[in-house]
């Protein structure tokens, strides 16, 4: 089996980490790089980037961003957020990006999906999912923090993203997104098994049980989390402790 990953999810606004409930009472905590670098310290095996202010004057902050955090961390940067066309995967990639995550930009325009696989690789590719359950079963793509109802079917939309060229799903749970109840992993379920590509699973995680359940009840390859590791509740490396002590692989 292969190791799984612990990933650390950083909200940037404007070039500063800020931390909130919901984008309610947001505040601003410090420098990213630094975040990073501490992260990178304790053994993450990628950071995730998500870039919150989300218009073009933000872009050009987060290519800043990017570009000082490439600089001393090395290990894998993803970002996401704002995301509009494949010139801003080109433009976050050169700035020392190694993954591009796009979400509700994918759902309205497939083809930058393609595309950016053609002109990058689908290794670069992250398409994230935003997925929330329907009273009559199954599950929907949300888009704007959960608010609009797509109306497309969760599963079949991971299905035709990995079909177009994407290279890993970031698959979160609406319904479990800041409950630290645990991951969803009916949704993991539904989705892991039919694809071929990693999924990272995402929403939910309040303690280390629920990172190792994730693993031991799903398919999911790497586990994705914020607050716990902001408010310093758990490391990083706690997290690995905890899942080598259940045999499950993680690099240390």
């Known amino acids: 089996m292969l190791a799984k990953r612990i ?3 950083l909200d940037v606004r404007d070039g500063k980490v800020v931390k909130g409930v919901n984008f309610v009472g947001i505040k601003e905590v410090g420098d990213p790089v630094e975040y990073a670098a501490e992260y990178a ?3 993450a095996d990628e950071i995730v980037f998500l870039d919150i202010t989300a218009t073009h004057e933000g872009r050009g902050t987060m290519v800043d961003v990017v570009r000082r955090t490439a600089r001393q961390v090395f290990v894998p940067l993803t970002v996401g957020g704002g995301i509009r066309t494949a010139d801003d995967f080109k433009e976050l990639l050169r700035a020392g990006a ?3 995550s796009v979400n509700s930009v994918a759902v309205r325009n497939p083809d930058i999906i393609r595309e950016a696989k053609v002109r990058f690789g689908s290794q ?3 398409v994230a999912i935003d997925a929330r359950r329907k009273e009559d079963g ?3 793509v949300v888009v704007n923090g959960g608010r609009i109802d797509t109306g497309v079917d969760a599963v079949e939309w991971a299905q035709r993203a990995e079909q177009l060229g994407a290279g890993e799903i970031l698959l979160t749970s609406m319904d479990a ?6 991951f969803d992993y009916e949704l993991l379920n539904a989705i892991c098994p039919r694809l071929g590509i990693p999924v990272i699973a995402s929403g939910g995680c309040g303690s280390l049980r629920h990172f190792s359940e994730v ?3 799903t398919g999911a390859d790497a586990a994705l989390a914020a607050s716990l590791f ?3 509740e758990l490391t990083v490396g706690q997290v690995k402790a905890h899942l080598r002590e259940r045999g499950i692989p993680a690099r240390i």
Do not use: L, M, N, S
Request: with cysteine; aromatic share 12%.
């Open 98 to 100: 190694d993954k591009v």
């Open 138 to 140: 199954g599950f929907t």
């Open 177 to 182: 997104d800041g409950t630290k109840a645990g």
């Open 230 to 232: 902001h408010y310093k």
């Open 7 to 9: 990933i650390p999810c």
């Open 124 to 126: 670069c590719v992250v």
């Open 215 to 217: 693993f031991e009840r």
């Open 41 to 43: 310290r304790q053994g």
